[in-house]
């Protein structure tokens, strides 16, 4: 490539983040894999459809464990979580809550989480927390969405992956000992 087909390229990238802000969403809807990450992850993000403003950009990092990323600057205040499962199968991590009234669930991180392996655990670095690994328990803020939401409509998880609590979604630095807000 060029130099000013480069130039090119990110003044349309820049001008796209802009457009994508202006109309209410983050920008930061792909997700990178950091160096010094111990994993085989593809850091090329898929994707997924938005809503009608833009917000909600779902997409898909890493092979083993594939995640599912959101690019949402904000969202309900509630407390999730539950203990962190890997699926080898399908190669991604679920959530399990544990009873009936929470039941298990793909979670659905926020941008800058990154799949990690350590110590022969799959799991994910969390920006500002630290890793979460297969085994250990979540607790954040955050909210739940059924498996048929619009918002996750085209998401291309493995039949294995699938959950029948849907998707648990974790708000951005809300990881740890978690108190809701109001």
């Known amino acids: ?52 403003a833009g917000r909600a950009a779902i997409s898909m990092a890493g092979t083993d464990p594939r995640i599912v990323l959101h690019n949402r600057d904000e969202g ?32 659905i991180w926020p941008t800058g989480v990154e799949p990690v392996r350590k110590g022969g655990k799959r799991g994910v670095e969390v920006p500002s927390f630290g890793s979460i690994v297969e085994g250990d328990t979540i607790e954040a803020g955050g909210e739940f969405w059924d498996a048929d939401d619009p918002r996750v409509a085209g998401l291309d998880l493995p039949e294995e992956c699938r959950a029948s609590g849907g998707f648990i979604v974790f708000n951005e630095d809300s990881f740890g000992p978690f108190t809701p807000d109001g």
Not at 5 to 28: D, E, K, N, Q, Y
Not at 32 to 47: L, Q
Not at 84 to 105: F, K, N
Request: net charge negative; proline share 10%.
């Open 76 to 107: 309900p205040d509630m407390a999730v979580g539950g203990r962190l499962v890997y699926r080898p199968d399908g190669r991604c991590l679920l959530v399990e809550g544990g009873d009936e009234e929470i039941p298990t669930a793909i979670p």
């Open 1 to 52: 490539m060029t130099k000013p087909r480069i130039a090119v390229t990110a003044l349309l990238a820049m001008a796209t983040v802009a457009l994508v802000t202006a109309c209410g969403g983050s920008g930061a809807s792909d997700a990178t894999t950091a160096s010094g990450t111990s994993s085989a992850n593809d850091p090329t993000p898929t994707s997924e459809p938005t809503d009608d």
